[in-house]
């Protein structure tokens, strides 16, 4: 009878310490993970930088994130210009939807009449 307790004793030690090494585990991923997600966080804000590394007052730090921005949306209206379909010439565009068919009608009908040289 003294040496089931003695077993039983052992067992419950050894499971409780497999607990406690669990608890300890799963303490440290929750606090790795809670980490990472710091770090994810601070990896994906925008960097502002507003000027050189001098001290600024308050107007002077409005004032540099006004100009930010005003360069900022120069730049954004820039890159949109370039992605758009670049046009031919702005008289075309002006062009009455009627005198556009009457063109295209007469091309055809020139590459029609250009007869084909034979070898």
């Known amino acids: 009878m003294h040496m089931r307790l003695m077993r039983r004793a052992s067992r419950v030690k050894r499971h409780l310490q497999k607990f406690a090494n669990a608890v300890l585990q799963q303490d440290q991923v929750q606090f790795l993970t809670t980490m990472n997600n710091e770090a994810k966080v601070r990896r994906s804000t925008k960097l502002l930088v507003l000027e050189t590394a001098k001290v600024m007052s308050y107007e002077d730090l409005e004032e540099a994130r006004a100009k930010g ?51």
């Open 69 to 119: 921005a005003e360069k900022e949306a120069v730049r954004e209206a820039k890159s949109k210009a370039k992605r758009d379909r670049k046009r031919k010439s702005v008289a075309l565009e002006a062009e009455s939807p009627n005198t556009k068919v009457a063109r295209m009608l007469e091309s055809k009908r020139q590459c029609q009449r250009v007869p084909r040289q034979r070898k």
